[in-house]
């Protein structure tokens, strides 16, 4: 039987020890975590007998959680000499973001022509949530709130294609989904865009409930292209900086 996680009263809300119900659950949370924000940074070698400390799970806890990251292509397998952190590169940004693209707009077109009374409430409520901590952005740094933005950013997105029927389109959208919020995170750390994200929520928000398929996938599509657009600048300028030093 596997052992259960107690959670510490009063734990902060990106605390991945919040609902789990396995030291498993917990492992695999803290660690995708940390992947996405770039505090365990692309290439590096997990070594499981330092994860313990870090963590303070056992090592077969470990490496069932790191198994799991794999499935989601967060963690490379290398045989007999362990575990890395994916890489990272402009290319492999560019084909995730567009697959994501293919594969979101479909949903989002789905969705649309399938959803009923709560598919509406859910995307009312998600935005309502996300424009709660974008409203703090004028009064609080934006940094100690880029947690719990990428969370409810990433549930307005799913509210949006949750009428999508198929099981397989959600699933890969969401490993997509996943892939290119790791370069937004880790590309954005410490940095602004100077960029109206609330407005173009809201777009898309509206023509999806409006039932117009068109503009809101017209909409989507602008969106997810302007993120790529900002942050493969990010990579260039930082590849750039990095070939000067050597």
Not at 99 to 120: F, P, Q, T
Not at 156 to 178: E, T
Not at 181 to 189: F, H
Request: aromatic share 6%; hydrophobic share 40%; glycine share 6%.
């Amino acid at each position: 039987m596997r052992e259960t996680v107690t959670t510490a009263p009063g734990a902060a809300s990106e605390d991945p020890r919040r609902g789990a119900r396995t030291l498993v659950e917990f492992a695999y949370e803290a660690m995708r975590q940390d992947i996405l924000r770039g505090a365990l940074t692309p290439g590096e070698r997990l070594r499981v007998e330092a994860l313990k400390d870090t963590y303070k799970v056992g090592a077969s806890t470990l490496r069932e959680a790191l198994t799991l990251l794999v499935g989601e292509a967060l963690v490379t397998a290398e045989g007999q000499r362990g575990f890395r952190v994916a890489p990272i590169s402009l290319s492999d940004f560019e084909d995730g973001t567009r697959v994501r693209k293919l594969l979101e707009l479909e949903a989002l077109r789905e969705s649309i022509e399938n959803g009923d009374d709560d598919w509406e409430a859910g995307v009312v409520a998600s935005f309502h949530r996300l424009s709660k901590v974008e409203e703090q952005f004028k009064s609080q740094d934006r940094a100690s709130l880029s947690g719990e933005w990428e969370e409810r950013n990433r549930a307005f997105h799913a509210a949006l294609i949750a009428a999508a029927q198929s099981r397989w389109l959600n699933h890969f959208i969401d490993i997509l989904y996943q892939q290119t919020e790791r370069y937004r995170r880790i590309a954005l750390a410490g940095r602004a865009v100077n960029r109206d994200v609330h407005n173009e929520h809201l777009a898309i928000k509206e023509a999806a409930l409006n039932r117009d398929a068109e503009e809101a996938c017209r909409l989507s599509e602008l969106h997810i292209d302007r993120t790529f657009e900002a942050l493969s600048k990010m990579f260039q300028a930082e590849q750039g900086e990095e070939a000067a030093k050597r």
